[in-house]
């Protein structure tokens, strides 16, 4: 099924309603509650075994294994000092500091019912290797859950909350935008850039059929486009109107993890 949903023409206003996700207790757990619920519409989770890619704090892992008994590994490129009081309160739950573009010789293949990741693909680097490993890792009845922000979206530079422009990584060179803000972009900058129909073409390699999709449209300044359309008219208008795309990913069950001619 797809799902567009919603689709807001920032008429030439500041960028100043785009809120950044708030990093309190109380707000994370909301967030992950959320996140949850909407795998719930397509996955019952209860018993699985999960790869979380990017549990940041372990907030969602968590909750998968007090609530639902799953068993938990999750990978992320930066350790979080809250992990190693979560590995003693959990027994169910692994957290790994790594890259799964790169990951280490455990988990072994064909292991994982289900892989998760919310916020976080969109800074990997080596994107088609990530999603090679996802394809290895899973079972052959596995399925990816993945939401993620897209490269040409105007909010993908993460500068919202200090710069009032849209699409300012596709309109100003890195040293200019330094300089605007006087200090260092930081790695949150960096965002990998294959578009949501390049990803449509690397699924069907790995014998991923996308079951579900869903497109949030909300951030597009007409009046910047149409000031500066000679260059942003460059990229097709639907790239730069989709902020975030979230997909469901099965394999075929006659002949799983195949190429898909």
Request: glycine fraction near 4%; include cysteine; charged fraction near 25%.
């Amino acid at each position: 099924s797809t799902h567009i949903l919603f689709l807001f023409l920032n008429q030439g206003k500041s960028m100043a309603h785009v809120k950044a996700p708030a990093y309190d207790d109380k707000s994370r757990g909301k967030r992950a509650d959320q996140y949850i619920a909407d795998i719930q519409k397509h996955v019952a989770l209860k018993g699985l075994r999960i790869l979380e890619i990017g549990p940041h704090m372990g907030d969602l892992s968590v909750r998968l294994v007090r609530d639902f008994g799953c068993q938990v590994v999750g990978i992320d490129q930066m350790a979080n000092p809250n992990w190693p009081d979560l590995r003693r309160q959990h027994s169910n739950l692994h957290l790994v500091e790594g890259d799964i573009a790169n990951p280490p010789a455990e988990p072994k293949r064909d292991s994982f019912d289900l892989v998760v990741s919310f916020g976080v693909w969109e800074h990997i680097r080596h994107p088609w290797s990530a999603l090679k490993a996802c394809q290895r890792l899973l079972k052959p009845t596995g399925k990816k859950f993945m939401r993620a922000n897209l490269y040409r979206s105007s909010i993908a530079s993460h500068l919202y909350k200090d710069l009032d422009e849209p699409w300012p990584h596709l309109r100003f060179p890195v040293e200019q935008l330094e300089k605007m803000l006087t200090r260092p972009v930081g790695w949150a900058f960096w965002v990998n850039k294959p578009t949501y129909q390049q990803y449509l073409f690397y699924f069907p390699q790995l014998g991923f059929y996308v079951t579900h999709e869903h497109f949030w449209q909300a951030h597009f300044n007409q009046a910047v486009y149409d000031k500066e359309e000679q260059s942003l008219g460059l990229y097709p208008k639907w790239d730069l109107s989709t902020d975030f795309f979230e997909v469901l990913l099965e394999f075929d069950s006659r002949h799983p993890k195949q190429p898909i001619a």
